[in-house]
């Protein structure tokens, strides 16, 4: 028995022997490359068809068809291309159309195999510096065939502050400047540049402030669409501040698809409610809810005054500590203003009266308690 397996173990190194050293490293190269393959991201087939003046670079995946069986390699870093049993292919600089013949003359010029093809199946993915007005810059990805605009969409796009006319492309110390959606190469730097302007407008809301440019006969609604401002879902009031005078103009939202403010303004967007308070010769002293098309006569009916009682002609509003003189029909009235509606000139001699009365009474009673204790 011990003979047996004697004879089997010389058997097999025998076998073993015959292998040439060629053959046995053949055999260990063809195994790597397949383990190196299998290693690499799966490559899938390209949704989109790709330019034939796409410049070949690191990172894409080509596959080779052989009448058998089919290959996928990757273009090392180098910029080439190693194709078990055949040899380096230089894909350096080449085109897409440059890169395929090349790769076609290097399978065919052993003519072992006359029906080969050769397909780009996925493009290296490469990263790219995008910065000025746009709303995330800094580094993005992109495919090999990715131009200028899908780097600026992927940065979050443009802000209303972009000057459109123009971008900046910097490549390997020269600079780009073009208005044109060219294809990006790795390292690219974008440059989007800001408007240059003069005149702006604030839009204030959530707690802070974007300046955009002004642009003649642009509605506060456009505005507010272009910095990405949801007036329907939680804004109750628009206020505008003008700059220059400081005066204060409210909105409704209904009035905002409208209406264009001049540049050097204060846009601010309310969430909470604005009141306006009333008092004095009402049936209902307190607030009411802020409505711009209202004015002081319209508060002051919704609050139940007595023409009997009230003079309208001598309405009164209070605002930022002062009194002011008001049109009590036509005069604008503010979020915050106290309106006072004073009693009639009857009302307040019925209370002096009243008064006098209650003074005469007491003074009455004192005399009388007096004599009696006499």
Not at 88 to 107: H, P, S, W
Request: hydrophobic share 40%; charged share 20%.
């Amino acid at each position: 028995m011990k003979s047996f397996f004697v004879i089997i173990l010389s058997f097999v190194a025998f076998s073993f022997a015959q292998i040439s050293p060629a053959t046995s490293t053949m055999l260990t190269d063809r195994a790597a490359v397949k383990s190196k393959g299998e290693a690499l991201q799966i490559p899938v087939s390209l949704e989109n068809s790709v330019d034939s003046n796409y410049i070949v670079g690191a990172g894409d995946f080509f596959e080779i068809l052989f009448p058998d069986e089919q290959e996928s390699v990757q273009v090392s870093p180098e910029g080439t291309l190693a194709i078990y049993g055949y040899g380096i292919v230089d894909l350096n600089g080449l085109k897409l159309y440059e890169a395929k013949r090349k790769i076609l003359e290097k399978l065919k010029s052993k003519g072992s195999r006359k029906y080969v093809d050769v397909h780009l199946i996925q493009l290296r993915k490469f990263l790219v510096n995008v910065y000025g007005a746009v709303v995330n810059p800094g580094q993005v990805t992109v495919s090999g065939q990715a131009r200028a605009r899908a780097a600026i969409y992927a940065a979050g796009d443009i802000k209303p502050i972009a000057n459109k006319d123009s971008i900046y492309i910097y490549r390997k110390g020269d600079t780009i400047a073009t208005t044109e959606n060219i294809l990006l190469q790795a390292g690219d730097i974008i440059e989007v540049p800001h408007k240059e302007w003069q005149q702006t407008i604030n839009l204030i809301y959530a707690g802070k402030t974007t300046t955009i440019p002004y642009i003649p006969n642009r509605t506060i609604k456009e505005y507010a669409k272009d910095v990405g401002i949801n007036i329907e879902s939680s804004y109750n009031a628009v206020s505008i501040k003008f700059l220059e005078t400081n005066f204060v103009k409210w909105l409704g939202l209904n009035q905002i698809d409208s209406f264009s403010p001049e540049p050097s303004c204060d846009i601010e967007f309310h969430i909470q409610i604005p009141y306006v308070y009333v008092g004095g010769a009402t049936a209902s002293v307190g607030r009411s809810p802020y409505v711009p098309s209202m004015h002081a006569a319209d508060y002051v009916a919704a609050s139940g005054v007595s023409v009997v009682t009230g003079d309208f002609s001598r309405v009164s509003v209070m605002r930022n500590g002062k009194r002011i003189s008001i049109d009590w029909a036509q005069g604008e009235i503010l979020p915050g203003d106290f309106i006072e509606i004073p009693r009639t000139g009857y009302e307040q001699a019925k209370d002096v009266t009243y008064f006098v009365a209650s003074l005469m009474g007491i003074l009455a009673t004192t005399i009388t308690i007096y004599l009696a204790t006499r």
